[in-house]
């Protein structure tokens, strides 16, 4: 069975999600959920839809009803929507759809490093370009023949984020399409939700598990003109998302005033830990996302990750060649950065 397996499959790392240790002494701090349950809406959705027969028939193969209200929500064409089992879904379809095997794929880095795997799984090439140390783009962009260049902003793991001239820009220096990776975008100060029929090689991918608690659900959606979601359709799976997961998007997406209250939240939480965190000695990167990345450059940063874990609290450590490692710490409620805040300065 082994020598039938493709080659790129065998030779390949595999993506590591960070760890997920759910027990109630954990605080989880490591893979950038939201920490405030998702809105009421969304439980009274799932109820009605566990009622009567709708889990007997198949869901709606496009997601019709929850593109019809998010177009509302978002003033977009619900045709330009895709919807997704998570945005990694809609980021494997793209790659599916645009990169053939032995292609290329392209990043900055350090970003995502899901998109490595992306291009391992389709044997296509993956090249990066490293941030600038203002983690700007280099300008003019030296690679401009990928097909298909992927741009996270909010990017990970520095929390960091582009502007409209920015992306713009680098969307007309290359060729192919331009994936903007918004899984953190509703946190940010600028999307590109405006861009979409403006920029005509520009897709946007967003996420449910960060701002709209909805991690567990796997829901995202990707926005592009009308002419290419009707192609990206052909190489989704037939039903992607299920009755459950659709009912569940469209409650949260109809309830941004809720949103809207938890969002101002973590924005503040951010704003504590960044001061904190940098009065203890940490190097922090001003964030635009639910986390922020903190750097030393008086002690290793691995101790203190394993000295937290230890305490019972989930960071995620990551290392990139050439940018050194960090700690990404998502914001928490205000209790459990009491409780990180607590535990530093007792390893410090």
Same mark, same amino acid.
């Given at each position: 069975?082994?020598?039938?397996?493709?080659?790129?499959?065998?030779?390949?790392?595999?993506?590591?999600p960070?760890?997920?240790l759910?027990?109630?002494?954990i605080?989880? @701090?490591?893979?950038?959920?939201n920490?405030?349950?998702?809105?009421?809406?969304?439980?009274?959705a799932?109820?009605?839809?566990?009622?009567?027969?709708?889990?007997?028939?198949?869901?709606?193969?496009?997601g019709?009803t929850?593109?019809?209200?998010?177009?509302?929500?978002l003033?977009i064409?619900?045709?330009?929507i895709?919807?997704?089992?998570?945005?990694?879904?809609?980021?494997t379809? @793209?790659?599916?759809?645009?990169?053939?095997?032995?292609g290329?794929?392209?990043?900055?880095?350090?970003?995502?490093?899901?998109?490595?795997t992306?291009?391992?799984?389709?044997?296509?090439?993956f090249?990066?370009?490293?941030?600038?140390?203002?983690?700007?783009?280099?300008?003019?962009?030296?690679?401009?023949?990928?097909?298909?260049t992927?741009?996270a902003?909010?990017?990970s793991?520095?929390?960091?984020?582009?502007?409209?001239?920015?992306?713009?820009?680098?969307?007309?220096?290359?060729?192919?399409?331009?994936?903007?990776?918004?899984?953190?975008?509703?946190?940010?100060?600028?999307?590109?939700?405006?861009?979409?029929?403006?920029?005509?090689?520009?897709?946007?991918?967003?996420?449910?598990?960060?701002?709209?608690?909805?991690a567990?659900?796997?829901?995202?959606?990707?926005?592009?003109?009308p002419?290419t979601?009707?192609?990206?359709?052909k190489?989704?799976d037939?039903?992607n998302?299920?009755?459950?997961?659709?009912?569940a998007?469209?409650?949260?997406?109809?309830?941004?005033?809720?949103?809207a209250?938890? %969002?101002?939240?973590?924005?503040?939480?951010?704003?504590?830990?960044?001061?904190?965190?940098?009065?203890?000695?940490?190097e922090?990167?001003?964030?635009?996302?639910?986390?922020?990345?903190?750097?030393?450059?008086?002690?290793?940063?691995?101790?203190?990750?394993?000295?937290?874990k230890?305490?019972?609290?989930?960071?995620?450590?990551?290392?990139?060649?050439?940018?050194?490692d960090g700690?990404?710490?998502s914001?928490?409620?205000?209790p459990?950065i009491d %409780?990180?805040?607590?535990?530093?300065r007792?390893?410090?």
């Amino acid at each position: 069975m082994q020598s039938s397996i493709r080659e790129s499959v065998r030779n390949m790392a595999g993506y590591m999600p960070g760890e997920q240790l759910n027990t109630p002494d954990i605080v989880k @701090l490591n893979t950038n959920e939201n920490p405030y349950p998702a809105s009421p809406r969304v439980l009274e959705a799932i109820r009605a839809a566990l009622t009567g027969d709708r889990l007997r028939k198949y869901p709606e193969p496009t997601g019709q009803t929850f593109r019809r209200a998010a177009g509302r929500v978002l003033g977009i064409d619900p045709e330009c929507i895709l919807i997704g089992n998570g945005s990694d879904d809609i980021l494997t379809i @793209l790659t599916r759809t645009f990169v053939p095997e032995g292609g290329l794929l392209v990043s900055p880095t350090p970003s995502y490093i899901l998109y490595k795997t992306l291009a391992d799984i389709q044997g296509a090439r993956f090249q990066t370009v490293p941030f600038t140390p203002e983690w700007t783009l280099p300008t003019p962009w030296p690679v401009s023949d990928a097909h298909l260049t992927f741009l996270a902003n909010p990017n990970s793991p520095t929390g960091t984020a582009l502007g409209e001239v920015a992306v713009t820009r680098l969307a007309q220096e290359i060729r192919g399409p331009l994936v903007l990776d918004e899984a953190y975008g509703d946190f940010a100060e600028w999307n590109g939700l405006g861009l979409i029929g403006k920029v005509p090689n520009l897709i946007v991918t967003r996420s449910f598990s960060k701002y709209y608690s909805l991690a567990g659900i796997r829901f995202g959606f990707g926005i592009a003109d009308p002419a290419t979601v009707r192609e990206l359709i052909k190489v989704k799976d037939s039903y992607n998302c299920n009755v459950l997961t659709l009912a569940a998007a469209t409650a949260a997406m109809e309830d941004q005033s809720y949103y809207a209250d938890v %969002r101002a939240k973590i924005m503040a939480t951010r704003g504590r830990m960044t001061a904190t965190l940098t009065e203890l000695g940490f190097e922090i990167t001003p964030s635009q996302a639910n986390f922020v990345w903190c750097r030393r450059t008086d002690r290793p940063v691995y101790p203190l990750y394993e000295a937290l874990k230890q305490r019972g609290i989930l960071v995620r450590y990551m290392n990139y060649a050439g940018f050194g490692d960090g700690l990404r710490i998502s914001v928490g409620t205000d209790p459990e950065i009491d %409780r990180l805040f607590t535990a530093l300065r007792a390893i410090l």
